[in-house]
């Protein structure tokens, strides 16, 4: 006997009611998707859970992988038996040895998910309980505090028993939430606001604005190393590189220096809405915090967003530097994001940037700009990257090994 399935547990769907079903259905999706490279499983959804079946698969990467996918609350090594109360006792042992060495205490818990099962869950209990007991020496049951958790769950078909779950991602499966268009730089915040977006479900596209040759091809390079890791969340990313040094030049020219910032972030906002427009988009997501530098106080975000009639979704607007450093290093975006680079944003910009630009001001120096030719130039001159072969997700999970 030994753990053949993995039991899926997806918590926040349960609250969702009539939405339920197609949230299943597209979080099966999702997982089928991730777990394609590995051959040789079964993935199927049946009574409220999903299951992976494994027959002859080792159960460690297909593990690694499940924690990444949006959605999954947590999950279960399980070992799959017949109805028969022998089988269930023999499968507890076997699961209280795997976790030999740790465990000094066990429970039971037993729950009867088919009711037409004849031993109630009580009986259960006692009888696994009993029968562990009676096969292993220096172990005892403890019911409060134990150090073991065997749980036994009866369903219809089969019963699967189950010691520790593994946390889970959280949040909604991808595609469930409509797509938006996510600001990518190489910096620390963007990719840890694009990774917040999809854990509510979100689809992404992204988009970044590039300056040769003052930002070189390492620069881009970065930003899809970062779109990259991002795909392993179950993201299917295209990038948008929109080609930017006309516009920065224009703007050093003919704008005073203390709104060039304003003005370079109102083009950027004016390009991503054309963009997303163009794509279907519903709305555009950037990586500001609140206060954090000039360009992104209140006053320069309401400055900023004059220019869009597009939602700009701002995940990380309350938190602090360091909790969006913590999450980058936790979704595996800090080391690429520490990298040396050129941001296009500060290559040419003056310090003496306004940190309350007012609308008026922005819209009285824009008479200077020749937005609409900049920005149809910029959309005409847009490279699209398409990051998400089978052969990348094939090396990340070497890399993960
Ligand atoms: P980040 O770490 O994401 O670069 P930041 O704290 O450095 O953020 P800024 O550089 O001021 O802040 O950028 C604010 C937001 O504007 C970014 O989070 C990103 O969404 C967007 N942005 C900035 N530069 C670019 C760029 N070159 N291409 C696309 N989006 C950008
Ligand atoms: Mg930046």
């Known amino acids: 006997m030994k753990y053949d399935h993995i039991l899926i547990r997806y918590g926040e769907l349960a609250l969702k ?6 949230f299943e259905k597209q979080l099966l999706a999702n997982i089928r998707h991730v777990l394609k490279p590995i051959q040789g499983l079964k993935v199927k959804r049946t009574f409220g859970r999903i299951v992976v079946e494994l027959f002859e698969v080792e159960p460690g990467p297909v593990v690694e992988l499940l924690k990444n996918i949006f959605g999954i609350h947590s999950f279960s090594l399980a070992i ?11 499968a507890a042992l076997k699961a209280v040895q795997e976790s030999e060495g740790t465990a000094r205490t ?58 520790d779950a593994f946390k889970g991602a959280g949040g909604l499966p991808a595609g469930t939430s409509g797509k938006l268009l996510l600001m990518l730089s190489g910096g620390i915040d963007s990719p840890v606001a694009g990774y917040l977006a999809m854990k509510r479900g979100a689809d992404l596209e992204a988009i970044h604005f590039h300056s040769p040759p003052y930002t070189s091809e390492r620069a881009k390079q ?25 516009i920065q030049t224009h703007i050093r020219d003919e704008a005073p220096s203390n709104f060039q910032m304003t003005i370079m972030r109102r083009m950027m906002m004016r390009i991503a809405t054309k963009v997303a427009e163009e794509k279907g ?14 360009s992104q106080t209140l006053h320069s975000i309401h400055t900023i967003n004059e220019v869009t009639n597009y939602p700009v979704i701002r995940p990380l607007i309350t938190m602090d530097k360091l909790e969006v450093m913590d999450l980058a290093k936790k979704i595996g975006t800090y080391e690429t994001s520490i990298l040396p680079y050129e941001d296009c944003c500060t290559i040419f910009l003056p310090p003496d940037s306004k940190t309350r630009p007012s609308r008026k001001h922005a819209n009285k120096f824009e008479q200077y700009i020749k ?16 990051l998400t072969k089978l052969d990348d997700v094939e090396q990340a999970i070497e890399d993960l090994f």
């Open 222 to 246: 970065k930003v899809m190393d970062l779109v990259k890791r991002l795909n392993e969340f179950g993201g299917n990313i295209k990038l948008h590189i929109v080609p930017f040094t006309d």
């Open 80 to 90: 799959r038996v017949d109805h028969e109360v022998l089988d269930m006792q023999k």
């Open 106 to 163: 066990f429970k039971i818990v037993t729950r009867r998910a088919y009711k037409p099962f004849p031993i109630d869950s009580q009986t259960l209990n006692h009888k696994i309980g009993g029968y562990v007991l009676a096969n292993t020496e220096n172990l005892t049951v403890d019911v409060h505090n134990p150090d073991a958790t065997i749980r036994v769950e009866v369903r219809e078909t089969a019963a699967y028993i189950t010691t």
């Open 17 to 22: 009611g009539k939405n339920r079903v197609s």
């Open 371 to 386: 937005v609409d030719h900049y920005v149809t130039q910029a959309v005409e001159g847009i490279e699209t990257l398409d």
């Open 281 to 294: 988009l519903l709305a555009i997501a950037t990586g500001d915090s609140l206060g954090q530098v000039a």
